[in-house]
């Protein structure tokens, strides 16, 4: 980031470069649509891009963009919901298998993201950002701007159900209460 | 199983610890270590790469872009707070928030279904 603002011209490139897999991430299960995913995504990095000078350095960087990035998903969101009533479909998670981990990973990953995409979105970005980026859920709810209690509680839900789906909790009879 | 307030508990897990005793309850024993498996899938989740054609269309937006240099700073520091750029109050615009991107002050928004 300083190279950035010292007039690296690529130094930002370079920064984005390394930021895009986890912005994707979070980008995509924060929306519903892949289309507005990578908008967001774009948006995110151009008005970091533009405001790069404000960074404070009391976070990481990541930090810093993930913040621009929810913002503008819960922007989106809200357009969305103003927009059109239709349903939330988890329309294209089709990208999700990658050439570059093994056949194992894969399966794992497959599995883990097929039931990732299951949950509501509410619960969704929460885990992904508690359980897959090592977010606090103080953390994580000051970036949500919703109370710590209300991650917790998404976070535990979505866990629940998600082990159930992963078929962690076969073994249990009956199903639990999760709702 | 025993009944527990699900819909209460922040962590479904170190609830079970404090207040069921797994040892006993062998269903209760089967949720914690499922939940702590389901962690463990979830941390070790390797994030799938963004398409390449995406990453293509973002760098592409990227460098339209002008540069940026600390002088140019649309964002105001507050009082007191370090920046990486010496001179970043410099040309600041108060209330331009919604605009310079700065996520401190963005408008209050909240995660509702």
Redo the contacts between chains.
């Keep these: 980031?300083?190279a950035?603002?010292?007039?690296d011209?690529h130094a930002?490139?370079e920064l984005?470069?390394r930021l895009?897999?986890?912005l994707?991430?979070v980008a995509r299960h924060a929306l519903d649509s892949q289309e507005d995913a990578?908008e967001a995504?774009?948006d995110?990095?151009?008005?970091?891009?533009?405001?790069?000078?404000?960074?404070?350095?009391?976070s990481s960087v990541y930090s810093?963009v993930l913040?621009?990035l929810?913002?503008i998903c819960?922007?989106r969101r809200?357009r969305n919901s103003i927009r059109t009533a239709t349903p939330l479909p988890s329309d294209d998670f089709d990208?999700?298998?990658?050439h570059?981990?093994p056949i194992a990973?894969r399966e794992?990953?497959l599995?883990?993201?097929q039931a990732?995409a299951g949950l509501?979105?509410?619960q969704r970005?929460?885990?992904v950002l508690v359980?897959?980026q090592?977010y606090a859920t103080a953390e994580a709810a000051a970036l949500?701007?919703?109370p710590v209690?209300t991650v917790?509680?998404r976070?535990?839900?979505g866990?629940?159900r998600?082990?159930e789906q992963?078929g962690?909790?076969r073994?249990?009879q009956p199903a639990?209460?999760?709702? | 199983m025993k009944d527990l307030p699900w819909s209460e508990s922040p962590d479904q897990a170190s609830h079970l610890r404090e207040h069921v005793d797994v040892n006993q309850d062998p269903d209760a024993a089967a949720l914690v270590a499922a939940l702590a498996r389901t962690r463990a899938e979830l941390a070790a989740a390797v994030p799938p790469a963004p398409p390449v054609e995406l990453v293509a269309r973002w760098h592409a937006a990227l460098a339209q872009l002008r540069p940026v240099t600390a002088s140019q700073d649309p964002v105001e520091p507050r009082r007191g707070e370090p920046t990486i750029a010496s001179s970043a109050s410099s040309g600041a615009r108060p209330g331009s928030a919604s605009q310079s991107g700065d996520p401190k002050r963005m408008p209050n928004q909240t995660w509702r279904a």
């Design positions: 980031m300083a950035h603002l010292a007039g011209p930002f490139a984005a470069d895009m897999p986890r994707w991430l990578a995504v774009q995110a990095l151009i008005r970091a891009h533009q405001g790069a000078g404000g960074f404070r350095a009391e810093w913040r621009i929810v913002n819960l922007d809200r990208e999700l298998p990658s570059r981990d990973e794992l990953r599995d883990v993201w990732l509501p979105p509410e970005l929460p885990i359980d897959m090592g949500l701007g919703i209690g917790k509680s976070c535990a839900r866990r629940l998600l082990a992963l962690h909790l073994t249990l639990q209460e999760h709702r």
